[in-house]
């Protein structure tokens, strides 16, 4: 089990099961979302999502059609992101889980889009666009 939050502590949520592992995207919706050169998520099950407190506080934004980011209306921190593509599915911040995180990243993601001013330097397998399935 897992923990997490947003900035403020307002959203508060626990994630059950074994987390999977970490994906890296670096297209420019993400980066721009974030604020980084990067965004690092965990893909989690609905129902493995458990919203502790903070409902009333989660705002909704369609970023792209069948794309929803969801953050925090007080902090602004994303909280997760859905997509219609992938129905059922959440890709939680990893940035809000209180540590230690047993999961590691595994692949960089839209590597073709990443900002120019950040270097990858590890080895974990790219991909140009989304990972193939």
């Known amino acids: 089990m897992h923990t997490g939050s947003c900035l403020c502590g307002g959203v508060r949520f626990t994630l059950t099961g074994p987390l999977e592992p970490i994906q890296i995207c670096h297209c420019g919706a993400c980066r721009r979302a974030q604020g980084s050169a990067f965004a690092a998520n965990i893909p989690v099950a609905d129902e493995a ?36 593509a992938v129905p059922g599915v959440k890709r939680v911040r990893t940035g809000l889980l209180a540590g230690p995180v047993s999961s590691r990243p595994a692949f960089h993601a839209f590597v073709d889009d990443a900002a120019d001013w950040w270097t990858i330097s590890d080895d974990l397998p790219r991909y140009p666009l989304r990972k193939p399935d």
């Open 49 to 84: 999502f458990v919203l502790e407190r903070g409902e009333d506080l989660l705002q909704v934004y369609e970023s792209s059609p069948g794309k929803d980011r969801v953050f925090c209306r007080t902090c602004g921190s994303p909280v997760f992101s859905r997509t219609t």
